[in-house]
């Protein structure tokens, strides 16, 4: 008899493989006194791995913070020796000491050298 057709043979699938074996049985359960230390050692590694330290911040912005106090601190370490004695003078001699005493002249110099 001819050969059957193509068609219905390219329709047939193969027949499936043989099932694989079963897998081999899983251990059984730990014990009860061994099964909690198992989960709590998952429950110890998900906390480590959820909160990660955050990220330090950038040193540029610390820097420029820092960079800013000293901006205003250094003038006043390099002015007192300096600045002080001739500030205190001129001022008084360019003011009138007569309107102002020179005590509150002085103050005033002190103030706005810490400012």
Same mark, same amino acid.
């Given at each position: @008899? ?5 068609? %219905? &043979?390219?329709? &047939?699938?193969p027949?499936? %493989?043989p099932?694989?074996?079963?897998p081999?049985?899983? %251990?059984?359960?730990? @014990? ?10 998952t ?5 480590r =791995? ?11 912005v610390?820097? !420029?913070l #820092? !960079? ?5 601190a250094? /003038? +006043?370490?390099l002015?007192? /020796?300096?600045?002080?004695v001739? +500030?205190s ?6 003011? =009138? ?5 020179? %005590? $509150? $002249? +002085?103050?005033? #110099?002190?103030?706005?050298?810490s400012?």
């Amino acid at each position: @008899p001819p050969p059957p057709p193509p068609l %219905p &043979i390219a329709r &047939i699938t193969p027949p499936p %493989p043989p099932p694989p074996p079963p897998p081999p049985p899983l %251990p059984p359960p730990p @014990p009860p006194s061994k099964s909690p230390s198992a989960f709590v050692s998952t429950t110890e590694q998900l906390p480590r =791995q959820a909160p990660p330290p955050p990220p330090p911040p950038p040193p540029l912005v610390v820097n !420029d913070l #820092v !960079d800013n106090e000293p901006s205003w601190a250094k /003038p +006043l370490t390099l002015g007192p /020796p300096t600045p002080p004695v001739p +500030l205190s003078t001129t001022f008084d001699t360019t003011s =009138q000491p007569s309107s102002i005493p020179p %005590p $509150s $002249s +002085l103050q005033n #110099v002190v103030i706005s050298a810490s400012l």
